[in-house]
Every structure is written in structure tokens, then in C-alpha cells.
């Protein structure tokens, strides 16, 4: 029987390495499938790992029909058995019922990969969704560590050297285009913290600053 997947964890904790494994595994066994990605760090139609991996994929905006385009490939006389869906965040509920209905009809096994909540700890759409309808959701064991040597779950937006709770909910990596309100979004990076200091805004640059932390483990 086919299974809709659904592996999250906070940046750094491996998820488009596993995407990029999942995908070589299954291929190595002579199944075929198809790579997705939604503004990914590399680029447009890219998936790509911190470890240096990358591969193509087909993005996802907003308007992508999963189920369309599946059974067009089939109807073309494409084969498929499985798809990688990474950044799955970043998908709109409806996107992520086509892909429940894809495994539930036509029996395509699909790996969704993703991260849970935003910089303002709030759920995803793509997410929250994908836990709700998900045969399986699993926390990679891979733990990314805060400043401080804790377990980091929380995402934190940096832009101009100062972390935000409130705005856009994507904006990926340093980019130029403005907001929706005219002004322009700066240097935007982002830092994996724990709670405790994602609640108290201390990030590795700012412990450093008021020296609660002389050298912060370098990781982020």
C-alpha cells in the first residue's frame, strides 16, 4: 500500500539530505519518480543540501496542481511510483490533499519533507496539513544545536542584524525585492535556536554582544 510520508525537523537537522537519499535509494531499486522543491536557498527548480548536494526538481508555486500533473505524466504514458516533495512547508493545503489523493487513488508512494513551524512559531500552512493527513510524521533524529549547545526547534529571521517575530512568512536567504509594503526587506538570514532563546531574541551575535556567551558554539 502507498504511504503519504511526512519527515520535519528545524534547519540544519539533514531534511533535503534525506530527500536527496530517499530519492537515490528508491532509483537504485529501478523505481522511478519525481523531484519537487518550493524556494529552495539554491534557486528556483533546485534542491539542495547544506552538506553541498544538489539536484533538479520541478518547483512548486502556489498554483501547482499535483494532481494534474500526475495524471498527465501517466495519461502520457509515464511511469511514476513515487514522489520527493521537499520544502514542503511551503505548499498550500490544497496541494498537500492532491498529494494524499495521488497516494490514495493511484497508489503513488509520496516522502514530504519539511519544516513544522516558522520564525514566528507558528505552524505552516503546508505543514500544519500534512500532519493532520500524513500515514506517518517523523522528527528526524538528527538534532540541530542552538548557540548555546541546546537542542534548537525554533527558526529565527535575522534582517540587518536584528531578529524579527513579525512579517512576511517567506522570505529566503538575502533577496532584493520589497514587501508588500514598499520597504525593503535588507539582509535576511535566518538562526535555529532553542525556545528558551528564540523567546528572549538571543541569538549567537547578540550573546556575544553582551557577552553572556564569550565563544557560542558554532553552530546556526
Avoid at 4 to 20: N, V
Amino acid at each position: 500500500m502507498a504511504e503519504l510520508r511526512f519527515f520535519t525537523g528545524s534547519m540544519d537537522s539533514g531534511k533535503s539530505t534525506l530527500a536527496l537519499q530517499t530519492n537515490h535509494n528508491h532509483a537504485a531499486r529501478g523505481r522511478q519518480g519525481r523531484i519537487f522543491t518550493a524556494h529552495d536557498r539554491a534557486g528556483e527548480a533546485r534542491v539542495s543540501s547544506r552538506l553541498g548536494l544538489t539536484h533538479a526538481a520541478i518547483e512548486v508555486d502556489r498554483g501547482f496542481d499535483f494532481w494534474r500533473y500526475v495524471v498527465d505524466a501517466l495519461t502520457a504514458g509515464g511511469r511514476i511510483d513515487y514522489l520527493i516533495c521537499d520544502e514542503a512547508q511551503f505548499y498550500t493545503a490544497t496541494q498537500v490533499d492532491a498529494l494524499a489523493k495521488i497516494v490514495d487513488e493511484l497508489q503513488i508512494d509520496v516522502f514530504c519533507f519539511g519544516i513544522l513551524t516558522d520564525f514566528r512559531t507558528r505552524l505552516f500552512e503546508g505543514s500544519a496539513r500534512l500532519v493532520e493527513l500524513a500515514d506517518s510524521t517523523q522528527v528526524l533524529q538528527v538534532e540541530a544545536l542552538c548557540w548555546c549547545g541546546r537542542r534548537a526547534t525554533h527558526q529565527a529571521r535575522i534582517e540587518d542584524g536584528v531578529m524579527i517575530t513579525e512579517g512576511e512568512v517567506i522570505v529566503v536567504g538575502d533577496t532584493e525585492e520589497a514587501l508588500d509594503d514598499g520597504r525593503s526587506p535588507g539582509v535576511v538570514s535566518y538562526e535555529v535556536l532553542c525556545r528558551m532563546h528564540h523567546r528572549r531574541q538571543m541569538t549567537a551575535a547578540r550573546a556575544r554582544a553582551v557577552s553572556l556567551s564569550p565563544d557560542p558554539l558554532p553552530f546556526g
